[in-house]
């Protein structure tokens, strides 16, 4: 499966999840639902803005994981 | 948000709430005159009474005779008539065995405007796509299954006990022959089995097609729920 790992790089970079909602213009519900795990998929404007905010790589919030 | 509704939701609920409490109360009547089991004063005379009947002089003529009723229908000018003996024995028939058959389809047609009030409620909730309204459409197709079967049952059996009380008491006579009503409304004819309307076969009726629409169509309410579900989801 795939995993985000939206809190860690999150952490690393000191942002909080509210912050994180407004700089990329998504709901906090939603953000929520990215950061626990609990999405089905992940639209590459969503991706784009996270790694614009983030400052990072796609390969830094996603991985996959063996089931 | 826009909203998604529209005010045909709330028109349809409100028109479905008042249906089914008519057919209920309508159900209650016939309840009431089922126990109440109402017999005709004696010497009751309807007519002779004029009427048209595909556009021709009719008429109607029901009086007593010798301690019971005698019923004479005409049509086409008296080139077609009706005489059945005994009448009052016609309307314990068709008590007996007709006000059951309205009753049935009194309840039937209450459970029916209920759904469709909750299915229009959902909708006008805006909550189309959910399992609760999966669920109704189901039911709704369920319902209109199970009561073609059950009211085609039914009806054949009041159709069966009319044409065989009709065997025994009527004549009709046409350009002045007498004819006797055909034995039973279910009889081995010469070529099969002879059968009236009301014989019994739900798979004619529009109600067991509209029923199996209906559960086409929550098929792809299922498959509209999921598509939301994962639209929900994808972020």
């Known amino acids: 499966m795939i995993k985000l790992n939206l809190d860690r790089v999150m952490q690393e ?3 909080s999840l509210t912050e994180l909602a407004g700089r990329i213009d998504i709901t906090l519900a939603n953000l ?3 950061k626990t795990n609990k999405a089905r998929a992940i639209r590459f404007t969503t991706l784009d803005a996270i790694c614009r905010a983030l400052q990072c790589q796609p390969g830094e919030i996603l991985e996959f994981v063996a089931d | 948000m826009a909203s ?3 005010t045909l939701p709330t028109i349809f609920r409100w028109v479905f709430t008042v249906l089914a409490a008519l057919c209920a109360f309508a159900a209650f009547v016939v309840c009431v005159a089922i126990l109440i089991n109402p017999h005709l004063p004696a010497g009751t005379t309807i007519g002779p009474a004029e009427g048209d009947f595909m556009g021709q002089p009719s008429s109607i003529d029901f009086h007593p005779a010798g301690g019971d009723f005698n019923l004479t229908a005409t049509a086409f000018r008296g080139t077609i008539s009706l005489f059945v003996r005994q009448a009052g024995g016609l309307i314990e028939v068709i008590k007996h065995y007709g006000l059951p058959v309205i009753l049935i389809q ?5 459970a029916l405007f209920e759904l469709l009030r909750r299915l229009f409620r959902n909708v006008g909730r805006g909550e189309s796509f959910n399992q609760g309204t999966v669920r109704l459409v189901q039911i709704l197709g369920g319902t209109l299954i199970v009561f073609s079967f059950v009211l085609s049952a039914v009806e054949g059996l009041f159709a ?6 009709f065997s025994q008491h ?3 006579t046409i350009s002045g022959a007498p004819i006797h009503w055909p034995a039973g409304a279910m009889s081995w004819h010469r070529h099969g089995l002879y059968m009236p309307r009301g014989d019994g076969f739900p798979f004619g009726s529009p109600m067991f097609f509209s029923g199996l629409l209906v559960l086409a169509l929550s098929e792809v309410f299922r498959q509209g729920v999921a598509l939301k579900k994962e639209n929900e989801l994808t972020i």
């Open chain 2, 106 to 110: 009194m309840v039937f047609l209450t």
């Open chain 1, 13 to 15: 970079r000191g942002i």
């Open chain 1, 32 to 34: 929520s639902i990215l």
């Open chain 2, 160 to 165: 069966m006990a009319v044409f065989t009380y």
């Open chain 2, 4 to 6: 998604v509704t529209g």
């Open chain 2, 170 to 172: 009527a004549v009709i």
